[in-house]
C-alpha cells in the first residue's frame, strides 16, 4: 500500500465523523435548544422584553438610564458615552487604587447623597461603581431604600406605596441562596409610572 492509499483510506473515516458531528453540534443541537427555549421559557429566549402600550420599552435584563427626581436611579454604567449600551458592553476595568476610579467614585457618592439628602456614608458601593458588563438591570435594596424618600415625594406619593413596589419588583437569589436580592429598576419604574397614572385619573373622576 502507498502513502497515498494510506492517506485516503484515513480521510474518508475522518470525513464521514466531521460530516456527523457537524450535522449533530451544528444542527440537531442547535435546533433541540432553540425549540426547548421557545415551549418551556419563551419569554425568556425572547429577551425577557417588557412591553407597554403594545409596544417594546425594555428588558428586565438590561439596565436603562433614568434621570430626574421622579425615578429610582440604575447603578453607573460604563459602556461609553452611551449608558446602558447593549451592543457595547464591558466595565471601566480600572482598578480600586487607581486615581481617575477614586475621583469618579468620590464625585458620584457626593452626587447621589446631594439628590437623596442623606449622608455619603449612607450611600452604598453599587450606587457609584459600574458593574462588570456595564449592563445591569438591578440596584440592591439599600441603593432602592436610599432613593425612596426621593421619588415618593416627586411623584406625590406616600413611601409605603413606594416601599411596596420595591418589594414587589424585587428579584430574590436563585434557588434561595445564590446571589443577592436585587431590585429590577426597569420594572419598579414601569410600575411606578403606572401607579401615578392610576391616582392621576382617579382624582379627575
Request: glycine share 10%; proline share 7%.
Amino acid at each position: 500500500m502507498t502513502a497515498v492509499d494510506a492517506t485516503i483510506r484515513q480521510l474518508g473515516p475522518a470525513l464521514r465523523a466531521l460530516l456527523v458531528l457537524t450535522v449533530i453540534t451544528g444542527v440537531l443541537y442547535p435546533l433541540a435548544v432553540w425549540g426547548v427555549g421557545q415551549v418551556a421559557f419563551r419569554d425568556q429566549a425572547a429577551g425577557s422584553l417588557v412591553h407597554r402600550d403594545g409596544r417594546v420599552v425594555g428588558s428586565r435584563l438590561i439596565g436603562q438610564e433614568f434621570t430626574g427626581p421622579r425615578w429610582f436611579h440604575s447603578r453607573p454604567s460604563a459602556t461609553g458615552d452611551t449608558p446602558y449600551d447593549a451592543t457595547n458592553s464591558y466595565g471601566s476595568n480600572l482598578g480600586p487604587t487607581n486615581p481617575e476610579l477614586v475621583k469618579v467614585v468620590g464625585e458620584r457618592r457626593a452626587q447621589v447623597a446631594k439628590e437623596n439628602g442623606v449622608a455619603e456614608s449612607a450611600v452604598p458601593p453599587d450606587a457609584v461603581t459600574a458593574g462588570g458588563s456595564g449592563l445591569d438591570p438591578h440596584i440592591s435594596p439599600a441603593y432602592a431604600q436610599v432613593q425612596l424618600s426621593r421619588v415618593a415625594r416627586a411623584n406625590h406619593l406616600a413611601p409605603g406605596q413606594v416601599a411596596r413596589l420595591v418589594e414587589e419588583h424585587t428579584d430574590r437569589p436563585s434557588l434561595g441562596f445564590l446571589g443577592e436580592p436585587g431590585v429590577n429598576v426597569v420594572g419598579v419604574n414601569l410600575a411606578l409610572r403606572d401607579l401615578v397614572h392610576h391616582q392621576q385619573r382617579t382624582r379627575t373622576r
